[in-house]
C-alpha cells in the first residue's frame, strides 16, 4: 500500500530535523561528549557510542524526505 504524499510543510519540518541531526552528527565526530536533538517536542540525547543510531534516523530523515519508503525499526528513547 503506497504511503501517502507528505505535505511541503510536513517536508518542511523534516529538513530543519536533518538540518539539526546533521550538525548533532557532526558535533560528535569532532569530540563533543553529547548532543540532543529536538523533534516534535521531544528530546533524544545522542553520545558518541549511539552515532550508528544517529545515522539511521538521518538515513530515515533522507528517505522520507524524498519520499522512499523506510524500513526496519529504529529504537529512541525520547523525554520531554
Known amino acids: 500500500m503506497p504511503m501517502p504524499t507528505p505535505s511541503s510543510a510536513q517536508i518542511a519540518i523534516w529538513r530543519t530535523?536533518?538540518?539539526?541531526?546533521?550538525a548533532a552528527l557532526h558535533a560528535l565526530r569532532i569530540g563533543?561528549?553529547?548532543?540532543?536533538v529536538v523533534a516534535?517536542?521531544?528530546?533524544?540525547?545522542?553520545?558518541?557510542?549511539s552515532l550508528p543510531d544517529l545515522e539511521a534516523y538521518i538515513?530515515?530523515?533522507e528517505a522520507?524526505?524524498?519520499?522512499?519508503t523506510v524500513g526496519g525499526a529504529i529504537g529512541f528513547v525520547?523525554?520531554?
Open 64 to 68: 522520507q524526505i524524498a519520499g522512499r
Open 32 to 36: 563533543r561528549q553529547s548532543v540532543e
Open 59 to 61: 538515513a530515515q530523515l
Open 17 to 22: 530535523y536533518l538540518a539539526e541531526a546533521q
Open 40 to 49: 516534535d517536542g521531544l528530546v533524544v540525547k545522542y553520545v558518541r557510542a
Open 78 to 80: 525520547w523525554s520531554r
